[in-house]
C-alpha cells in the first residue's frame, strides 16, 4: 500500500505540491482564527457544585456582577489615606464610569478604605454574558489601563490594576512573548541539529518550509473551523502547543523518510526507487506512530473537562496534518529535488560506519538482560517520586513576576485579606416557596466563623425571595492550595450542616471551581488514560501481528510517564523549591510522552522484526536494528526534546515547568526506552515477542510453517 502511494506521489509529485499549496493559501485566507478563553467555569460539566451556584446566581440574581477588574489605590508615599484622598479615589472611580467599554464592564464604585487605611479598592463589574476572559476584555482592560493614568497624575495616588480582565491581558501579553521565544528557538534549534546531521543546506530548511509555508496554515485553518463546526474551545495556550508539535512531529516523520531515503540511494538505487523504498519501508511505522499519536489526542474527547476536550481535538486534527504531509508533500519534495537534497555535503553516497551505535547494538545483543535491568530499573526509581506530585491551581503563578496584575495582587495585601481579590459566594435556595429572614440571618451567623473565611457579609435576598447571596473574603489567596483546601473541607460540609431545613446551599467562585476540576481531573485520569493505552495496543497489534509485544511497549511506555513526571516532582518542587506543579501536567506530559514514546518504540521494533525477517537470531536483529534505527531515533529524540526544552524560555513557571517535562519526558521516550528497554526485552523474549503472527519469521519459515499445517 505504502509502495503504491511512494509511486503515486513521485509520479505527481508537481501536483501533490500544487494542492497543499493551494490548501494553504485557502486555509490562511477564508479559516475562522483561533479566540482564546482562560474562563474556568465554562470548562466544567453542569453537576459540579461551583457551577449549580453560578445557575442559582444567574436564575435568582440576574444584576449581581462579579468583579471584572479590580483598582488598587495606594498613596505614592505608602502612608496612610487621608479623608481627602478617599474622596479623590471615588471621584477618580465615579469619573471612569463614562469611558467603561459597556459590552465587557458594568460600571465602577469605589470602596471604603481598607481599616489600617493603606489601601482603597475601586470595583468595576462584569456586564451581563461577558466573561472577563475573551479578546473584547483584553481590549477592555488595556482601555481602563490608559483612562487611569490621567486621573492619577499630580496627585498623592498611585494605581495598580488586577482581576479577571487585567490578568487575561497580562497573560497574553506575557503569552505571545514566549510564542515568539518559542517559535525563534525551535526554527534555530531544528537548523543547527539538521546542519549537524545532513551537513546539507537544503534539508535544513526543508522542514521550515514544509511546516511553516504548508502545515502551519492548513492545521490552524482546519482547527478554526472544527472550532466554529463543533463549537470547541480551544485553549489560548494551544497556539504554543501546535507550533512545537507541528515542527516537533514534523521534523521526526521527515528523518524517518530521510534516513531510509539516504540508505536505499547508496545501494546504488535511482531517485524514485529509492523514493518508493523509503515509504514502503518507513511509511507503515510513520503512518501507524501517527494513528497511534491521533488516537491519544482524540481520547482527551472523554475527558469532563472542556479544555480537554477542545484540545484533544485541536492536536489530532494537527497530527493528522503532519501525518498526510509526511507521506505525500515530503517525498514529492524528496523526489523534485533528488540527491541535490544533500549538497553540498557528499558524504550521502558513503556508508556511515555507524561505529558509536553499531558498538552499542552488539554489546546490547550480548548482554540483553543487563540493559533491561539497568534502563527499566532507572526508570522505575526515578517514577516513584512521581507519589509527590502536588497538584497547583495557581494560575496567577503563571503570570510573569513583574507583570502589573501581579504586583497589585501584594500592594492589595497590605490592607486586606488576600481573598479580596477574587471574592466567593454561598448561594442558599428554598426547595419550594420562600426564604425567611430569621433562615438567612441564622445561615449567616453559623457560616462566618468557620475555618478558612476571613469575612462573610449578610445574606441579600433575591426579589422573587426563593434564593439569598452571601459573599465571603477568603483568609488566603484564591488560588492558592490552602484557600482550595479550606473550600473543599471546612467551608463546603460547614456550608451544607448551616443550611435550614427545606432548603440547599452551593458554594461558588473560582476556588470552588478549582476544587471541581481537581476531583474531574481525577476521574479524568482514569478515564482518558486507561481508553487511551487499550486503542494505542490494538493499534500495536495490528502493525507486529503479535498479541505480546503491545504489553511491554506499553509498559515501557508508562514507565516513562512514570519517570518522567518522577523527575519533574524532583527538578521543579524539590530543586526549584515550587509547592506544586499545575494540575494540567500529567495530562500533557502523557499526551506527548506517551504518544511520542511509542512512536519511537514503533520505529525500533518495525526495523527489529524487519532484520528478524531477514533470518537474524533475536541477538543479532537487536544488534543491527540499533545500529540502523538509533542514529534516526537520536536524531529525532534530540530534535524534538530541544523543541520542547525551548518551552523554557517562555518565563512563566506554567511554561517551563511544561518545557522541562516534555524536554526530558523525549529524551527518556527516545534514549532508554526506545534505544535500550525495547530492544532489550524484545531479545530476551526471542521468538515468543511475536505471538501469535509470527512477524519475525523469514520468508522460507513462513512457506514451510504454512505449508506444514
Not at 432548603?503 to 470552588?512: D, L, N
Request: charge should be neutral.
Amino acid at each position: 500500500m505504502f509502495a503504491a502511494l511512494g509511486r503515486f506521489v513521485t509520479r505527481f509529485r508537481w501536483l501533490v505540491v500544487l494542492f497543499w499549496a493551494v490548501a494553504a493559501v485557502a486555509c490562511a485566507i477564508f479559516a475562522p482564527a483561533l479566540e482564546s478563553t482562560s474562563n474556568n467555569a465554562e470548562f466544567l460539566p453542569k453537576h459540579y457544585e461551583s457551577i449549580r451556584a453560578l445557575q442559582v446566581q444567574n436564575d435568582n440574581f440576574p444584576g449581581q456582577t462579579q468583579p471584572g477588574a479590580i483598582l488598587v489605590f495606594t498613596r505614592t508615599d505608602g502612608g496612610k489615606l487621608t479623608d481627602a484622598d478617599a474622596a479623590k479615589v471615588t471621584a477618580i472611580v465615579t469619573g471612569l464610569n463614562p469611558k467603561l467599554d459597556r459590552k465587557v464592564f458594568a460600571g465602577a464604585a469605589a470602596q471604603p478604605p481598607s481599616d489600617n487605611r493603606l489601601v482603597q479598592l475601586g470595583v468595576v463589574g462584569l456586564a451581563d454574558k461577558a466573561s472577563g476572559f475573551d479578546p473584547a476584555a483584553v481590549d477592555a482592560a488595556k482601555d481602563l489601563r490608559k483612562d487611569l493614568k490621567p486621573l492619577v497624575e499630580g496627585t498623592d495616588l498611585q494605581v495598580q490594576t488586577t482581576g479577571a480582565a487585567p490578568q487575561q491581558l497580562d497573560s497574553q501579553e506575557s503569552g505571545d512573548k514566549a510564542l515568539l521565544i518559542v517559535g525563534i528557538a525551535t526554527a534555530v534549534l531544528i537548523v543547527v541539529l539538521l546542519a549537524f546531521i545532513f551537513r546539507s543546506v537544503l534539508i535544513c530548511v526543508l522542514p521550515l518550509i514544509v511546516v511553516g509555508a504548508f502545515m502551519i496554515p492548513v492545521a490552524t485553518g482546519l482547527i478554526g473551523w472544527a472550532n466554529k463546526a463543533f463549537d470547541l474551545k480551544a485553549d489560548s495556550s494551544v497556539s504554543q502547543i501546535l507550533i512545537v508539535v507541528l515542527f516537533g512531529i514534523g521534523t521526526d516523520y521527515m528523518l524517518f523518510l530521510l534516513f531510509r531515503y539516504r540508505e536505499q540511494l547508496r545501494t546504488g538505487a535511482d531517485i524514485k526507487d529509492s523514493v518508493v523504498h523509503a515509504m514502503e519501508r518507513a511509511g507503515e511505522a510513520i503512518a501507524s506512530a501517527g494513528g497511534a499519536v491521533i488516537v491519544a489526542f482524540m481520547a482527551l474527547v472523554l475527558s469532563s473537562l472542556s479544555i480537554f476536550k477542545s484540545i484533544g481535538p485541536a492536536l489530532a486534527i494537527a497530527v493528522a496534518v503532519t501525518l498526510v504531509a509526511a507521506l505525500t508533500l515530503v517525498p514529492a519534495l524528496m523526489t523534485i529535488f533528488g540527491k541535490a537534497l544533500f549538497w553540498p555535503s557528499k558524504n550521502w553516497a558513503k556508508d556511515p560506519e555507524a561505529a558509536r551505535f553499531g558498538a552499542v547494538g552488539k554489546s546490547l545483543g550480548r548482554r540483553p538482560g543487563v540493559y533491561a535491568l539497568v534502563s527499566g530499573g532507572t526508570l522505575a526509581v526515578l517514577a516513584c517520586f512521581a507519589l509527590g506530585f502536588n497538584p497547583t491551581f495557581d494560575f496567577n503563578s503563571s503570570l510573569p513576576k513583574g507583570a502589573e496584575s501581579t504586583e497589585a495582587l501584594t500592594t492589595l495585601q497590605k490592607g486586606l485579606p488576600p481573598g479580596a481579590t477574587d471574592p466567593s459566594y454561598v448561594m442558599l435556595k428554598a426547595k419550594d416557596g420562600q426564604l425567611t429572614a430569621a433562615q438567612v440571618n441564622e445561615f449567616h451567623n453559623d457560616f462566618k466563623t468557620v475555618k478558612g473565611v476571613a469575612f462573610a457579609a449578610p445574606g441579600e435576598i433575591s426579589e422573587n425571595g426563593k434564593a439569598a447571596s452571601f459573599t465571603f473574603l477568603l483568609k488566603d489567596d484564591p488560588g492558592s492550595d490552602a484557600a482550595i483546601a479550606n473550600v473543599r473541607g471546612p467551608i463546603r460540609s460547614a456550608v451544607q450542616a448551616a443550611a435550614p431545613e427545606g432548603t440547599v446551599a452551593y458554594v461558588g467562585g473560582t476556588t470552588s471551581v478549582f476544587v471541581d476540576m481537581d476531583k474531574a481531573m481525577i476521574r479524568d485520569y482514569k478515564v482518558v488514560f486507561s481508553v487511551a493505552a487499550i486503542l494505542i495496543m490494538i493499534i500495536l497489534a495490528l502493525l507486529l501481528r503479535s498479541l505480546v509485544a503491545p504489553l511491554y511497549l506499553m509498559a515501557s511506555v508508562a514507565l516513562g510517564f512514570g519517570a518522567t513526571l518522577g523527575a519533574t516532582v524532583i527538578a521543579i518542587q524539590h530543586f526549584k523549591g515550587d509547592p506544586g506543579l499545575i494540575f494540567l501536567l500529567p495530562i500533557y506530559i502523557y499526551l506527548f510522552v506517551v504518544a511520542l514514546g511509542t512512536d519511537y518504540n514503533i520505529l525500533m521494533i518495525a526495523r527489529l522484526r524487519e532484520e528478524a525477517r531477514a533470518g537474524k537470531t533475536s541477538r543479532d536483529a537487536a544488534a543491527e536494528a540499533l545500529k540502523h534505527a538509533g542514529p534516526t531515533i537520536a536524531a529525532a529524540g534530540v530534535i524534538l526534546s530541544g523543541t520542547f526544552a525551548s518551552l523554557m524560555l517562555g518565563g512563566n513557571s506554567l511554561i517551563v515547568s511544561m518545557g522541562f517535562a516534555l524536554s526530558f519526558g523525549i529524551f527518556v521516550a527516545a534514549f532508554v526506552m526506545a534505544m535500550f528497554f525495547t530492544p532489550a526485552i524484545t531479545t530476551l523474549m526471542g521468538h515468543t515477542a511475536w505471538w501469535p503472527g509470527h512477524g519475525d519469521e523469514t520468508a522460507e519459515e513462513h512457506e514451510a510453517r504454512v505449508g506444514h499445517h
